[in-house]
Structures are given as structure tokens and as C-alpha cells.
T-cell receptor
Framework: GENVEQHPSTLSVQEGDSAVIKCTYS??????FPWYKQELGKRPQLIID?????GEKKDQRIAVTLNKTAKHFSLHITETQPEDSAVYFC???????????FGQGTTLQVKP | DGGITQSPKYLFRKEGQNVTLSCEQN?????MYWYRQDPGQGLRLIYY???????QKGDIAEGYSVSREKKESFPLTVTSAQKNPTAFYLC?????????????FGPGTRLTVT
């Protein structure tokens, strides 16, 4: 079955710096890759997603890139702000299964 | 806020007892999901239902059971057979179980079994 590995587990950056979180997946049939953000004490919320027919997608300060050949995808946050501090989860949806397999999560701390 | 709700927020049980966690949604979503969240392990899928009266096992279904008798409700029972039930449980729903649709999460229930 699908396996999603996420790195790093923790990431600390200075406000204004960029942050990059990387995920690899095992199932080449996976075709949908969302990223969820979970602030402390709150529920996870979708922040961006990408489908397998697209290599990159941007939404203001966040972007996601996908390399299907290498089976990895990454979240890029530019000009980080303290409110970006949260746990970020990547996920992959094995082809047509209707379910998500999540990575282990990355705790991002943005220092003011 | 409405949408998808879980109750209670905190639940305490003695070992050997079954316990049922509630999940309700008023979003008219077809698909519903149960995840378990443990530190350092991300979200692991317990059960999911793509349509009413149907559900499938996820990756860690052992010791859990579900029902989907109504579109808006997807209760999860943690049975005494679950060896390590203490965890944070998250319910989610999606407009459809097809590929590529956002999952909306509930606020979660923290279960402690002693």
C-alpha cells in the first residue's frame, strides 16, 4: 500500500525566511497531494493541493511542487510569519481509493 | 462553528469498556472518515465511508467499529479489543469520496483509557 514519508519532523526558521517541507510517496498510482495545516489546539485545514498533471501550484506565499518521476512533493512557504507556526501534514491519495495517506507531520516554528 | 462536530471533546474510560465517539455533519457530504492522531505519527485512517450504508477499513481498523446508517452521522466505537486506545480522534467529511476533494475536519475527541 501507499506510504508517505515527511521530513523534517521539526523546523525552526526566523521570521521572513523561507521554509521547505518535503514528502515522498511510494505508490506511483497516487494522483492527488494535499497539504493540511494544524494550529495548536485546532483542527487540520487544507492550505493547498496539487494534482498529478501539474508540476507546481502557488497561492500567495505558499507553493507546492511535484516530481512524479522521483515520487516526491514539497511545500514552500516564503516570507514566513509567526502565524505560520503550526504542524503541517502532507498526504497522498492512492489512485481512485477515496482515502488519504498522511505523512508524519512537520512542526514549524517561526521565530519573531 | 457548525459544519462537522464531534462530541465530547474529552472522554475518559476504564480499560475493558467499549466507548462510542460521535461525529455529525450538516454539510450534506457523502464521504466521512475517522482518523487517529498520535504524536509523531501523523493522521492514520481507521475507517471511511464513501456513501451511506457502506464503509471500508482503513489502515488501523483492528479494535474499532463504525456504522453509517444516516448520511450525517458516522459514529466510531472503540472496543476493548483495541490495545492502545488512548489517542486524539479526528472525524472528517468530504463532499464526495472521489479523488481530489477537500476533507473537512471536526474539532476532535481526546480519549483517555486507564
Amino acid at each position: 500500500g501507499e506510504n508517505v514519508e515527511q521530513h523534517p519532523s521539526t523546523l525552526s526558521v526566523q521570521e521572513g525566511d523561507s521554509a521547505v517541507i518535503k514528502c515522498t510517496y511510494s505508490d506511483s498510482a497516487s494522483n492527488y497531494f494535499p497539504w493540511y495545516k494544524q494550529e495548536l489546539g485546532k483542527r487540520p485545514q487544507l492550505i493547498i493541493d496539487i494534482r498529478s498533471n501539474v508540476g507546481e501550484k502557488k497561492d500567495q506565499r505558499i507553493a507546492v511542487t511535484l516530481n512524479k518521476t522521483a515520487k516526491h512533493f514539497s511545500l514552500h512557504i516564503t516570507e514566513t510569519q509567526p502565524e505560520d507556526s503550526a504542524v503541517y501534514f502532507c498526504a497522498a491519495e492512492p489512485g481512485n481509493t477515496g482515502k488519504l495517506i498522511f505523512g508524519q507531520g512537520t512542526t514549524l516554528q517561526v521565530k519573531p | 462553528d457548525g459544519g462537522i462536530t464531534q462530541s465530547p471533546k474529552y472522554l475518559f474510560r476504564k480499560e475493558g469498556q467499549n466507548v462510542t465517539l460521535s461525529c455529525e455533519q450538516n454539510l450534506n457530504h457523502d464521504a466521512m472518515y475517522w482518523y487517529r492522531q498520535d504524536p509523531g505519527q501523523g493522521l492514520r485512517l481507521i475507517y471511511y465511508s464513501q456513501i451511506v450504508n457502506d464503509f471500508q477499513k482503513g489502515d488501523i481498523a483492528e479494535g474499532y467499529s463504525v456504522s453509517r446508517e444516516k448520511k450525517e452521522s458516522f459514529p466510531l466505537t472503540v472496543t476493548s479489543a483495541q490495545k492502545n486506545p488512548t489517542a486524539f480522534y479526528l472525524c472528517a467529511s468530504s463532499i464526495t469520496g472521489k479523488v481530489g476533494y477537500e476533507q473537512y475536519f471536526g474539532p476532535g475527541t481526546r480519549l483517555t483509557v486507564t
